[in-house]
């Protein structure tokens, strides 16, 4: 491969960048290879197996529990069959992030980061070694008004010369006042302002400092962090913008997992926006047998879904509602029949119908 | 047993050992460790097994590479609140030479600094050669997603390789 310090000085092209990633990629793998260990069919076909027991229990217990509770309406499946659906109660464990408006930056735990005002980490990532910094940069939304900021953990081993510290960002960033230094916890972070990246660009470059005279230097990308909490946009998912992202007031997200018996079908963390009506995402896996909606007002009565073919859900789905506390906002979980591995593309849109008989309608984002 | 769990499990074995080095390739780059990418791949062909008999044998390696990412997403939205995306480079004047092969890899490292949906649109269309098209079926995005993400991945490589040689120069 050609090294990348070799690469037109100015501005290699893109047909430059995709022979390096197709060659580089490559040669990569391969010399990783030795580092593969070796993968046991008889384990992967025997958990295989546990997971269709676990499955096929969980089926039976489906159906019972759907049948031990009450219907709820007469309401037909949008495009299906008109077949009665039964809520069934979440199993699900639920937590709720609080909106982000102050934080405090710390160190403990082997973890960095920020925590915000309710206690709960907005984001952080684990320190590693004692040898590499970690890096933190948030700000934001794009578009919005406010600092961004990225916070320096200094290597536990090293003790910078006073005033040495060099935080470098990426061009066309542009430092706003001067660096704080603070120390968390007995540790080195460094905190420098800055005004907003390009798209999709991490603001760090890289550190310097000098220890004894001796100048110790750590390139981009070090230990960077970018996540955000939240869904979509919020959580970066696009990879728009190099930096986590501030919930702001008003905005309520909520993060669960799904767990069956110990199968661990996954999750996520769903943000709505202040003044968002709702929010609707179908996932888990393969599947894509589950969807999550947030909705605001008050508690669904009932739900249809309408998907992108007349009998994609004519096996039925079953429901199940959380309120958030201390907001209008319900957790609404559907599990779905009749999805396969297609795309997210199944799922088109709910319909719930709120306790005073009004009735609204959410398209999958 | 009957003889057709023993037929599924005979072909499912078949596959796993023509599938297995290409999916923990690609795991491993999704992943950046070898450890992450072996579990990832156990947990991508336990699924695939519990799913082998409605899967075709043409189209099973996508299947599984689809189940990859998704399984990859998964796991990532699960942790990433304390997960560090790129790895160390600490290149201090006086350190030891103790880098990883992997660490040495500048792609690698590059890859590694990249947002998730991009790194993943990056490895499906640049070492599993997939199309455009295939790459969107592939993660449930849009085409246009996956120009996008393509794109800006680009500017990013293109933005880093830029700054490490202002600092090398």
Not at chain 1, 210 to 218: K, L
Not at chain 2, 46 to 58: F, G, H, M, N
Not at chain 2, 130 to 155: F, H, N, P, Q, Y
Request: hydrophobic share 40%; net charge negative.
């Amino acid at each position: 491969m050609s090294h990348p310090s070799n690469a037109p000085s100015n501005s290699p092209t893109d047909a430059d960048l995709e022979d390096l990633l197709r060659v580089g990629l490559r040669e990569a793998v391969d010399r990783a290879d030795a580092a593969y260990l070796p993968l046991e069919v008889s384990e992967i076909v025997a958990e295989g197996a546990r997971t269709l027991s676990r499955r096929r229990r969980w089926q039976v217990l489906g159906a019972a529990a759907a049948a031990a509770v009450a219907v709820v309406g007469s309401w037909a499946l949008t495009g299906g069959s008109g077949t009665r659906l039964s809520q069934q109660p979440a199993t699900v464990p639920v937590s709720t992030v609080a909106p982000t408006t102050s934080e405090e930056i710390f160190v403990q735990d082997e973890r960095f980061g920020v925590r915000v005002e309710s206690g709960e980490v907005s984001t952080a990532l684990n320190v590693i070694g004692s040898v590499a910094p970690a890096v933190l940069q948030w700000g934001p939304p794009p578009g919005s008004a406010g600092a961004h900021e990225v916070l320096v953990l200094i290597p536990e081993a090293d003790h910078p010369d006073p005033g040495s510290v060099d935080v470098a960002l990426v061009p066309d960033v542009r430092r706003l006042g001067e660096a704080r230094q603070i120390i968390v916890n007995g540790r080195l972070v460094i905190v420098v302002r800055h005004t907003p990246p390009p798209t999709g660009m991490t603001p760090y470059a890289g550190l310097t400092y000098t220890i004894g005279g001796r100048e110790v230097r750590h390139l981009s990308p070090g230990i960077v962090h970018i996540d955000g909490v939240g869904a979509g946009a919020a959580r970066n998912e696009g990879g728009d913008f190099g930096y986590a992202v501030r919930l702001e007031a008003g905005t309520v997200a909520v993060s669960l997992q799904r767990r069956v018996g110990d199968l661990d079908l996954g999750g996520g963390v769903f943000t709505l926006p202040a003044g968002s009506p709702g929010l609707l995402r179908l996932g888990d896996g393969a599947d894509f047998d589950m969807a999550y909606a947030l909705v605001r007002g008050t508690p669904p009565r009932a739900v249809t879904v309408t998907g992108d073919t007349p009998s994609r859900f004519a096996g039925g789905v079953s429901w199940g509602g959380m309120t958030i506390d201390d907001t209008d906002v319900t957790l609404v979980l559907i599990a779905l029949t009749g999805t396969d591995d297609s795309g997210s593309g199944q799922l088109r849109s709910i319909t719930w119908t709120d306790a005073d008989g009004g009735r609204h309608t959410l398209r999958a984002s | 047993m009957t003889p057709q769990d023993r037929e599924r499990d005979a072909s499912f074995a078949q596959f796993v050992e023509v599938a297995s080095p290409g999916l923990l390739r690609t795991a491993w780059l999704l992943t950046g460790s070898s450890e992450a990418a072996h579990e990832l791949v156990q947990a991508t062909l336990v699924k695939a097994y519990v799913r082998w008999p409605q899967i075709r044998s043409e189209s099973a390696m996508a299947y599984c590479r689809r189940i990859l990412a998704n399984e990859r997403t998964d796991r990532w939205r699960r942790t990433r609140r304390e997960v560090p995306v790129a790895e160390v480079d600490t290149r201090s004047a006086d350190r030891s030479d103790t880098a990883t092969s992997d660490d040495r890899d500048e792609v690698v490292r590059l890859l590694r600094g990249l947002p998730e949906q991009q790194r993943r649109v990056v490895v499906l269309r640049y070492y599993c050669d997939l199309s455009e098209d295939t790459v969107a079926d592939t993660l449930g995005i849009s085409v246009g997603t996956v120009k996008s993400s393509a794109s800006r991945a680009l500017a990013a490589l293109r933005a880093q390789l830029v700054v490490q040689e202002g600092e090398i120069r």
